[in-house]
């Protein structure tokens, strides 16, 4: 009986909703108030040391993280002994601190719940520890013992070193991987930009090289940190000066950079892989940091490539053709010296050819018209949207600060950031094609087994290079 009643009364309902039905808008006439947002404060100061501090305090969680962040990269490793930069890193977190073994170092971090990692890319060294804020002292006296008094334990530097050359004898496993460190090499040449670590180079580093980069470089003049969570600056500064305070280092000059050769002239590399697919990848040198052409490319690249389905690239190439399940590109901006851009695709060995050309179709059409006014404003709107979401997390918010003011940004970078994009117009994205893509300049690397290859290089009026082993020959 209930549930008869029950039926009747749903029933009543649905009638009663039929009455007065409810239309649903098409999403293009809904309308929303716009986007507001301010930059999260972030305060700086610095020791008496010459250690630079980036405080933004977080009360929410009972915790703390910290990044310490060193100007010693992969682009200070000495000739011959390309790798040391990381080979140091991964020493430096697994060999041992001040009165710790490595296995000491880890039994402490896994006590107090902590989490500590060294990485280096080409410009710096990073050191990260996460923890509880009531944990703080015994975490940051470890990651001073790390920085201060490494211990370099022959062992576990040895173990580190065979980590790192099995990781380089498996990277001819990786097309992707093969593909990018061929297109570094042609296009910066000698340049310690280009040179990747080898298993020869690797094995020549010396525990006694690790020491004298690790004084070189780890210095608390040459320290930058950024701390955010549960802590105020008072706290924080008499944590790091009770640790810090008796840390002096010789103040030296950053060395200067090498600055870069003139790159290969391009060329299709083929590096030959029997597999059904082949990646291939175009690049040309691009710009550095404060170049005025910084926005104007960012709109191009994501109109081109960087835009996922929204990209011409994609859009042409994939949704269709079906040429390739992924094809992009993306616009690496120098920190100190040029980066790259880059556009690429994997796709069956039948097709190359075919991917190629209109790859290159694609970024020259972007030299010959206009963008729409569709693709200008859908990619300035997501760029403009999607830098909301680089503070999201709140360790992200101090080092964000701190990185920026390590690599020498302008002061008014991210107050003026969304504006800038906002006043880049379509014309400004043709000139900056027209300054930079240079798609018949641009170096083609091929890693699989493509039909026909030298026809392909013939046909883009460029020389075909064929390279065997690459991944293991580059930086030799």
Known sequence: MTKCWLTVMVGFVLLAGCGTPYRIKHPDALHFAPLTFELPEVERFRLANGVQVFLHEDRELPLVTMSAMFDAGSINDPPGKSGLA???????????????????????????????????????????????????????????????????????????????????????????????????????????????????????????????????????????????????????????????????????????????????????????????????????????????????????????????????????????????????????????????????????????????????QEMENMTREPVTEEELTLAKDSLINSFVFTFDDSHEIASQSMRLAFYGYPDDYLTRYRERLAAVTAEDVLTVARRHLHPDKQTVVLVGDPEQPAELAAQHGLPLNKVENIALDVGK
């Open 86 to 360: 990381q080979l140091h890193g991964s020493a430096m977190r697994g060999a041992g601190a001040g009165g710790r073994s490595a296995e000491e170092v880890d039994a402490t971090l896994e006590r107090i719940a902590a989490d500590l990692s060294v990485t280096s890319d080409s410009y710096a060294t990073v050191l990260k520890l996460s923890l509880q804020s009531a944990d703080l002292h015994k975490g940051v006296s470890l990651l001073g013992d790390m920085m201060r008094r490494p211990l370099f334990d022959p062992q576990r530097v040895e173990l580190a070193r065979r980590r790192m050359l099995e990781s380089i004898r498996r990277e001819t496993d990786s097309s992707s991987v093969v593909a990018r460190k061929a297109l570094a090499s042609s296009l910066y040449r000698s340049h310690a930009l280009g040179v990747m670590p080898t298993l020869e180079s690797v094995a020549a580093i010396k525990r006694e090289d690790l020491e004298t980069y690790h004084h070189r470089f780890i210095r608390p003049d040459n320290l930058w940190l950024a701390v955010s969570g549960d802590i105020d600056r008072n706290t924080l500064e008499n944590l790091l000066t009770r640790l810090f305070d008796d840390w002096n280092g010789v103040s030296r000059k950053p060395p200067q950079l090498e600055s870069l050769p003139h790159a290969e002239p391009p060329s299709v590399l083929l590096a030959h892989k029997d597999i059904p697919q082949t990646t291939v990848l175009m690049g040309i040198r691009g710009i550095e940091k404060n170049d005025p052409d910084l926005y104007a490319l960012k709109v191009l690249d994501f109109i081109l490539g960087g835009g996922s389905f929204n990209s011409r690239l994609m859009q042409e190439i994939r949704s269709r053709r079906g040429l390739a399940y992924s094809v992009y590109s993306y616009l690496q901006v120098g920190r100190r010296l040029p980066g790259l851009f880059v556009a690429g695709a994997e796709t069956k060995n039948a097709t190359v050819t075919e991917v190629v050309t209109r790859m290159r």
